[in-house]
């Protein structure tokens, strides 16, 4: 079974992002199972605790149940035009210590989302940028800008929208194509 890890980048109840992660959840084929990986109990990272043994528990919870997953599947909104503190954080606390990134060669893809009309491109591509120093091989095509959020989405958190559960069924299965590369 290989295992996909899904990180939402936004902590709030009723997020986007959540819902339209757990829709994007149901769309991968047998043979490949996803997990919320939770990364709003991260204390904030200092490098300070790469040299001790006091590093806090919720570090070494998060980075071994990190490295248990084969692919990370990120949906995030954007923030200030960047991606969510929240967010960054658990990429840097993930990556250390140095040489013991959990994120290493992973194959990851992202889905950014906004209730307006630009869908995070900003927070999407500047993901991307450390998801390159990561060396996380990242879906290229296509890429997922969900703009309008709120009017793809009813009452119960499903998506309503045709085209748009088939373009999301289209990402889905080009990145299974991408995790076969890399995982046996
Ligand atoms: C936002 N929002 C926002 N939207 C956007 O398209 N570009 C942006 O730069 C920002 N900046 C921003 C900063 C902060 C601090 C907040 C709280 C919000 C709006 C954002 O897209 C909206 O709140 C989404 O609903 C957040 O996603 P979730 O929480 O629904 O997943």
């Known amino acids: 079974m290989v295992k996909v ?19 994007v959840a149901t769309l991968f084929p047998n043979g490949f199972e996803t997990e919320f990986v939770q990364i ?9 605790f790469d040299d001790t043994n006091d590093a806090p528990s919720e570090y070494s919870s998060f980075r071994d149940a990190a490295k248990q ?11 200030n035009r960047s991606v969510p503190a929240v967010l960054k954080n658990a990429l840097d606390v ?4 140095y040489g013991q990134s959990v994120w ?12 307006g009309k ?8 500047h ?6 120093f990561l060396n996380m091989p990242v879906l290229q095509q296509p890429e997922a800008y969900i703009g309008n959020v709120g009017n793809l989405l009813d009452d119960s958190g499903k998506i309503n ?8 069924q289209s990402f889905v299965d080009a990145f299974v194509e991408l995790i076969k590369k890399y995982v046996a």
């Open 5 to 23: 890890g899904i990180i939402v980048g936004s902590l709030r109840k009723d997020s986007f992002s959540k819902k339209i992660a757990k829709n």
């Open 94 to 97: 993930g990556s250390r210590p």
């Open 118 to 125: 630009l869908s995070a491109f900003g927070a999407n591509h």
């Open 127 to 132: 993901l991307r940028q450390s998801l390159v």
């Open 69 to 79: 997953l084969d692919a990370i599947l990120f949906v995030t909104p954007e923030y």
């Open 161 to 168: 929208d045709d085209n748009t559960v088939q373009f999301l």
């Open 104 to 115: 290493d060669g992973k194959p990851a893809a992202i889905i950014s989302q906004s209730p």
């Open 40 to 48: 709003g109990n991260l204390p904030l990272y200092n490098q300070d």
